[in-house]
């Protein structure tokens, strides 16, 4: 894992910007995978900004809640319209999220896998992380192998999520989202955390063992991981000053 320390959120998303913006203008028929929540809206406003050619791009998002609309303004199809996908030119057969209205959600989940596997796999993936250590939805215990598949939600997360649907109880209890296999099958993933809320979720998923307990804790199974950190979110890492280190000394072409 490589671990990204920036004095502030704005300053690692502009970072991770460029990762994302280079795959898009080195490939442009790249796939990528694509994750939702706070974390991300200000990577998304930058890489809109960069106007850059989303028309060859195909993408699969992580997750979805199950049982609301793709037009709720919660939805994570939504979100994605309208923090994204209606502000590029990218075609709108090539975007892809989970059917949370889905009848038979077996069926939908297996399609999801197959669709990801057609497309040539996920060139990139980006990944927030929820404060007990989530990836996608894939709530503490989730399988380490696990797959596209629906989830319930922990009272955690539907807490977290809360401030977005007004009340917790409106917070739907189940989701569909990738598997930690489906991710680990990406050949590139980045990990967003930002802000003393996410410290504790990824000192453990860093540094800490391998465990379904921190979803998270998987991506150290990964050959590629990029984790971009403000100061807060990096407040709990013990090998903080080899991070930064090993960032000051980066050889040219490893640069970002
Ligand atoms: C949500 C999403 C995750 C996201 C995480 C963190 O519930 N399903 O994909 O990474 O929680 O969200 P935020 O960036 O708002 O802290």
């Known amino acids: 894992m490589e671990i990204i320390i920036q004095p502030t959120p704005a300053a690692a998303t502009t970072i991770a910007a460029r990762l994302v913006a280079r795959l898009i203008r080195e490939k442009p028929a790249a796939v990528l995978g694509l994750a939702t929540g706070g974390t991300m ?15 060859r791009l195909t993408t699969f998002n992580l997750d979805e809640y199950v049982g609301i609309s793709p037009q709720h303004p919660q939805s994570y199809h939504h979100f994605m319209w309208e923090k994204l996908f209606g502000q590029v030119n990218i075609s709108d057969q090539n975007v892809n999220l989970p059917d949370g209205l889905a009848q038979d959600v077996p069926a939908t989940c297996e399609h999801y896998e197959r669709k990801i596997f057609s497309a040539g796999g996920l060139d990139l993936q980006l990944l927030g992380i929820g404060t007990h250590g989530h990836i996608g939805f894939n709530e503490p215990t989730s399988s380490l192998a696990s797959r596209t598949r629906i989830k319930t939600l922990t009272p955690q997360t539907r807490q977290d999520n809360a401030r977005f649907f007004g009340s917790v109880e409106a917070v739907p209890h189940h989701v569909i989202t990738m598997g930690i296999g489906t991710i680990l099958e ?51 890492l013990k090998l903080t000053d080899y991070y930064r280190w090993v960032y000051a000394q980066k050889p040219d072409w490893q640069k970002i």
């Open 186 to 236: 990406s050949r590139h993933c980045l990990l967003l955390a930002f802000g003393k809320k996410k410290a504790r979720a990824i000192a453990e998923a860093v540094e800490g063992p391998i465990t379904a307990m921190n979803p998270a804790s998987a991506l150290q199974l990964h050959p590629k991981v990029t984790v971009f950190l403000d100061e807060e979110a990096a407040g709990e």
């Open 41 to 55: 809206e200000p990577l998304y406003r930058e890489l809109v900004a960069l106007k850059l050619d989303w028309s």
